[in-house]
């Protein structure tokens, strides 16, 4: 084997290489180049090395450019649970039927970076592209897929392949200024938040349109009112139980998913409290049974079926060689008023 890759990186460069002239550039045969391409474990970590350069630096050629009912639809969540993957999947589903794309799902089970089996698979697999939902690649998986072809979108990233990535998200930002400005015109200041993980981009920027609300208002920042939780309804029991023994607790919530909202008003009921009349509530994504509970929730909807067949669409744009409009999408969200929020109690 040899890596100089003098001759042919001067003949091609600039341009997609086919499988033979990467075998020729890296002193290997066509099937060890296949094999690499296709994330079979069967090649020596040098050789293999060699080759995954040479693929990053000019990129491979793919034989088709196109769509096609063979090659599936790659879609990975961090987990399968709740109804944040239903709505998901019905956008997706919306755009793949329209073009004949297979949808293969893969779990997290609870993580955010898939590991090396579940890649290696995807390679195998030669999808026509990759949606990663509230999930991240690494670097490198991401540099792999874009060298083979593949098109890689994101849906509600989290913030780190954000900016390797084309992406789809809400506007997060303004809905937590939206969701925290409504409790501030009902006359709330004492306004609590529970976050998502501080690691996720949506949770981030509702905390920061929350902070801009208040700023905005005159209302200071009280710290002992910003509770991160981790997007589960436990949080919302744990920490609610937490703020309401505060000298002077919040007369108001504003929890980051509808999930965190339904554990607030588990804890204002253990402590004897009426949502709305004692503690008003907000929260986020308007997911069922948001508007079947007593009483119905106030929340933030965020378009996230609207979301997933944006992403869809971009990549099989992507998959046909075409290039998007813009890279990074933003759908709006609504604050939707019902019967959680009112008035302090004097």
């Not at 341009?15 to 045969?29: C, D, F, N, P």
């Not at 989290?158 to 992406?167: E, L």
Request: proline share 7%; charged share 20%.
């Amino acid at each position: 084997m040899t890596t100089s890759h003098g001759t042919a990186a001067g003949k091609d460069a600039g341009r997609e290489l086919t499988v033979t002239q990467i075998a020729e550039m890296a002193g290997v045969s066509p099937a060890t180049v296949s094999k690499v391409l296709n994330g079979r474990p069967d090649v020596g970590p040098r050789t293999r090395a060699v080759v995954e350069d040479i693929i990053s630096r000019y990129g491979y050629r793919r034989r088709k450019k196109i769509t096609s009912p063979t090659t599936p639809l790659e879609v990975v969540f961090h987990e399968l649970a709740g109804p944040y993957p239903t709505a998901v999947l019905s956008g997706v589903h919306r755009v793949a039927r329209e073009h004949r794309l297979a949808v293969v799902l893969s779990e997290l089970q609870g993580g955010h970076t898939p590991a090396g089996g579940w890649f290696e698979d995807v390679l195998m697999r030669r999808p026509t592209g990759v949606i990663a939902v509230f999930s991240d690649l690494t670097e490198t998986q991401s540099r792999q897929l874009r060298a083979r072809g593949i098109p890689l979108v994101l849906v509600d990233p989290t913030g780190k392949t954000a900016r390797h990535a084309p992406s789809v998200g809400a506007s997060n930002r303004a809905g937590g200024l939206a969701a925290t400005r409504h409790l501030l015109e009902l006359g709330h200041r004492r306004i609590a938040i529970i976050t998502g993980p501080e690691y996720a981009l949506s949770s981030r920027t509702r905390l920061e349109g929350y902070r801009a609300a208040l700023r905005s208002a005159g209302v200071p920042v009280a710290p002992e009112l910003i509770r991160v939780g981790d997007f589960q309804v436990e949080d919302g029991v744990n920490h609610t139980r937490e703020l309401l023994r505060l000298p002077d607790p919040p007369t108001a919530v504003f929890a980051c998913n509808d999930g965190e909202a339904l554990g607030v008003y588990q804890a204002a009921a253990e402590a004897g409290l009426r949502v709305p009349d004692d503690l008003s509530v907000v929260g986020f994504d308007d997911f069922f049974p948001s508007g079947w509970t007593v009483p119905p929730l106030t929340t933030v909807r965020q378009p996230l079926t609207e979301m997933a067949a944006a992403a869809t669409a971009m990549v099989v744009s992507l998959a046909s060689g075409k290039a998007l409009a813009r890279s990074r999408v933003e759908l709006a969200t609504e604050l939707i008023v019902r019967g959680s929020t009112a008035p302090p109690a004097r």
